[in-house]
């Protein structure tokens, strides 16, 4: 005696229908495209970034593929029928304890993939972030080294770096540097400034465009202050204020005007000196 399972039969008398079939397997069919392009698409986006170890980009991209795969297979038992409440309530809870033990790196490398594509900055720049100045020396998926004046290697996070004010002196090609002039008020006020405005054209590492400018600060009988403003290249900040400050001490010298050139100009007190 043989039995036959009548397909139509048993569909009949239960809640999936040969509809809930299909689309579960259209579903089916969907993820295992998505978890192949998510792969791939992860893959891609990490090729791009610098300082992660080919392990590291291998595992983030399998996890991807894996979360992809997760979810499709589990919406496809949703039309089934099955239950999955409990099997999501699981993986909630682990992902809930992973991102609390990875916060920080989780973190750190968001910010390093936002940095890597957006590149607020580059390779070579000269910035400054959180205080801290420097050359950039690499950018990796912990931490932004910068190679300071001084020598020193600072690592600071990526994350650190986002929510922190960015100050890149490369962007622009150029730099405005200041150098404060006093002397006797022996000549013309728009003799001295156009003298200071020559003597600043004149430098080598000085800018063409936009040209240097300068400005009265003070005036009193004997004497006067000068603010002379100059445009550099980024990265020849000591060789202009250098070459400036030689400039403008011969010109004055050569006129017969003794003065004091400094650059950067001395900061001003907030409070008149006491009275002798």
Same mark, same amino acid.
């Given at each position: 005696?043989?039995?036959?399972?009548?397909? =139509?039969?048993?569909?009949?008398?239960?809640? %999936? /229908?040969?509809?809930?079939?299909?689309?579960?397997?259209?579903?089916?069919?969907?993820?295992? @495209?998505?978890?192949? @392009?998510?792969?791939?698409?992860?893959?891609?986006?990490?090729?791009?970034?610098?300082?992660?170890?080919?392990?590291?980009?291998? *595992?983030?991209?399998?996890? %991807?593929g894996y979360a992809v795969l997760l979810v499709g297979i589990a919406s496809a038992l949703a039309v089934l029928g099955v239950t999955i409440q409990p099997l999501v309530a699981v993986c909630l809870i682990l992902l809930a304890v992973l991102a609390l *033990?990875?916060?920080? /790196?989780?973190?750190?490398?968001?910010?390093?993939?936002?940095?890597?594509?957006?590149?607020?900055?580059?390779?070579?720049?000269?910035?400054?972030?959180? =205080?801290?100045?420097?050359?950039?020396?690499?950018?990796?998926?912990?931490?932004?080294?910068?190679?300071?004046?001084?020598?020193? /290697?600072?690592?600071?996070?990526?994350?650190?770096?986002?929510?922190?004010?960015?100050?890149?002196? /490369?962007?622009?090609?150029?730099?405005?540097?200041?150098?404060?002039?006093?002397?006797?008020?022996?000549?013309?006020?728009?003799?001295?400034?156009?003298?200071?405005?020559?003597?600043?054209?004149?430098?080598?590492? *000085?800018?063409?465009?936009?040209e240097p400018e300068a400005f009265l600060r003070s005036a009193a009988p004997d004497r006067c202050t000068v603010l002379l403003r100059y445009w550099y290249r980024w990265d020849m900040e000591l060789e202009a204020g250098s070459q400036v400050v030689s400039?403008?001490?011969?010109? @004055?010298?050569?006129?017969?005007?003794?003065?004091? %050139? *400094?650059?950067?100009?001395?900061?001003?007190?907030?409070?008149?000196?006491?009275? @002798?």
């Amino acid at each position: 005696m043989r039995s036959a399972i009548d397909l =139509g039969n048993l569909f009949s008398q239960s809640s %999936v /229908t040969v509809g809930h079939v299909i689309v579960a397997l259209l579903m089916a069919a969907a993820t295992w @495209l998505l978890w192949r @392009l998510s792969r791939k698409g992860a893959t891609r986006l990490l090729g791009r970034l610098s300082g992660i170890s080919e392990q590291a980009k291998s *595992v983030t991209a399998r996890a %991807v593929g894996y979360a992809v795969l997760l979810v499709g297979i589990a919406s496809a038992l949703a039309v089934l029928g099955v239950t999955i409440q409990p099997l999501v309530a699981v993986c909630l809870i682990l992902l809930a304890v992973l991102a609390l *033990v990875l916060r920080g /790196t989780a973190d750190n490398f968001a910010a390093g993939v936002v940095i890597q594509t957006r590149q607020p900055i580059r390779i070579g720049d000269l910035v400054e972030v959180a =205080g801290c100045r420097g050359f950039v020396k690499e950018v990796n998926g912990r931490a932004v080294i910068l190679l300071s004046p001084d020598g020193r /290697t600072v690592h600071i996070p990526n994350g650190e770096t986002l929510s922190n004010p960015i100050v890149n002196f /490369t962007a622009g090609g150029v730099l405005r540097g200041e150098a404060e002039v006093r002397t006797a008020r022996a000549f013309p006020t728009d003799r001295l400034l156009s003298l200071l405005c020559e003597a600043a054209r004149g430098v080598p590492a *000085v800018a063409d465009r936009p040209e240097p400018e300068a400005f009265l600060r003070s005036a009193a009988p004997d004497r006067c202050t000068v603010l002379l403003r100059y445009w550099y290249r980024w990265d020849m900040e000591l060789e202009a204020g250098s070459q400036v400050v030689s400039a403008v001490a011969a010109v @004055l010298e050569r006129d017969g005007l003794p003065a004091v %050139v *400094v650059t950067p100009p001395p900061r001003q007190p907030l409070t008149p000196p006491a009275a @002798l």
